[in-house]
């Protein structure tokens, strides 16, 4: 096990994409990691690259098994100050065609792990007065599509977590931070990992995860609770957002996928 010296991260996904670069900016901020995902040696790969000390926790989040080992890191970790419940994917598919196993695992992934985890490090941090837990939804938290229904409930109920826990925090007087990142498109594994040609979604909606893990870190220090990073992701949400269903069901999904 390794010897985190310093204020400890936890992320979890952290084996690619969003997740790996919140490891590279929480390392140069002067964080120690815990780095938990599937994929161990994406994980130690990532551990020889930054130069802190980083305890690597393989864990299929899905899992009753796996969720409860990484909780028990976060209760016996006292130098927690950050845990990222970033771990996530996407699925394809109106719902009930899609694999009903996926679906379930993806409310496991998105909505219990987050809530167990999250559970297992206020406790903590309320007590210290001191840390934060970001919650990395999306900018689908604010929009109901076809084909991608349990993503999008999943990512609401995470906003809907996240701003009722600030409440929380805020009537405790409490310093703890909490917010829900909503991205949109970012470059990384989760469109391959779901077979969609990226090229299909135009240029200008791309954005790095570095930009979104940059404008979280900001939003955090800022403490702001629903961060969306990008101007152009923000005006789209300020129309979604009071969007009731007589309107949304006139609309058509912008860039449909043949497959749903
Ligand atoms: N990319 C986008 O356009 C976009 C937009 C909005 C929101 N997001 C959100 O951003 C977060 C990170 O996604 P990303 O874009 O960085 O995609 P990514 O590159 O595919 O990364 C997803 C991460 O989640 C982990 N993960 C998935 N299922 C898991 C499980 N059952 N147990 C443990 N770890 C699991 C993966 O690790 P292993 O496979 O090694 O387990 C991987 O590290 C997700 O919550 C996603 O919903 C992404």
Same mark, same amino acid.
């Given at each position: 096990?390794?010897?985190?010296?310093?204020? +400890?991260?936890?992320?979890?996904?952290?084996?690619?994409?969003?997740?790996?670069?919140?490891?590279? $900016?929480?390392?140069?901020?002067?964080?120690?990691?815990?780095?938990?995902?599937?994929?161990?040696?994406?994980?130690?790969?990532?551990?020889?690259?930054?130069? @802190?000390? *980083?305890?690597? +926790?393989?864990?299929?989040?899905?899992?009753? @098994?796996?969720?409860?080992?990484?909780?028990?890191?976060?209760?016996?970790?006292?130098?927690?100050?950050?845990?990222?419940?970033?771990?996530?994917?996407?699925?394809?598919?109106?719902?009930?065609?899609? /694999?009903? !196993?996926?679906? /379930?695992?993806? $409310?496991? +992934?998105?909505?219990? !792990?987050?809530?167990?985890?999250? $559970?297992?490090?206020?406790?903590?941090?309320?007590?210290?007065?001191?840390?934060?837990?970001?919650? &990395?939804?999306?900018?689908?938290?604010?929009?109901?599509?076809?084909?991608? &229904?349990?993503? *999008?409930? =999943?990512?609401?109920?995470?906003?809907?977590? =996240?701003?009722?826990?600030?409440?929380?925090?805020?009537?405790?007087?409490?310093? &703890? #931070? @909490?917010?829900?990142? *909503?991205?949109?498109?970012?470059?990384?594994?989760?469109?391959?990992?779901?077979?969609?040609?990226?090229?299909?979604?135009?240029?200008?909606?791309?954005?790095?995860?570095?930009?979104? +893990? /940059? =404008?979280?870190? #900001?939003?955090?220090? #800022?403490?702001?609770?629903?961060?969306?990073?990008?101007?152009?992701?923000?005006?789209?949400?300020?129309?979604?957002?009071?969007?009731?269903?007589?309107?949304?069901?006139?609309?058509?999904?912008?860039? #449909?996928?043949?497959?749903?």
């Amino acid at each position: 096990m390794a010897n985190l010296a310093r204020p +400890v991260a936890l992320i979890t996904g952290a084996s690619s994409g969003i997740g790996a670069t919140f490891a590279r $900016h929480l390392a140069a901020r002067g964080f120690d990691l815990i780095l938990v995902a599937r994929r161990t040696e994406k994980l130690a790969e990532l551990a020889r690259e930054l130069k @802190v000390a *980083c305890e690597l +926790v393989t864990a299929d989040l899905a899992t009753d @098994v796996g969720v409860d080992s990484v909780a028990e890191v976060i209760r016996g970790c006292a130098r927690l100050e950050l845990l990222v419940n970033n771990a996530g994917f996407g699925s394809l598919g109106r719902f009930w065609t899609a /694999e009903a !196993a996926g679906q /379930e695992a993806m $409310h496991r +992934v998105h909505v219990l !792990a987050t809530v167990r985890l999250t $559970h297992a490090a206020l406790g903590g941090m309320v007590a210290r007065n001191k840390g934060g837990v970001i919650n &990395v939804s999306s900018v689908a938290a604010f929009s109901i599509n076809e084909g991608n &229904v349990s993503y *999008c409930s =999943t990512k609401a109920w995470m906003n809907s977590f =996240t701003e009722g826990l600030a409440l929380e925090l805020r009537g405790a007087e409490s310093a &703890v #931070k @909490v917010q829900a990142l *909503c991205p949109g498109f970012t470059i990384t594994e989760f469109h391959d990992t779901l077979g969609v040609d990226r090229k299909g979604i135009p240029g200008f909606l791309w954005m790095s995860a570095d930009f979104i +893990v /940059e =404008t979280s870190l #900001k939003g955090l220090d #800022k403490g702001k609770v629903i961060v969306v990073p990008g101007w152009i992701y923000r005006t789209i949400v300020t129309f979604l957002r009071p969007m009731p269903y007589a309107i949304r069901r006139h609309l058509k999904r912008p860039f #449909k996928d043949r497959r749903v």
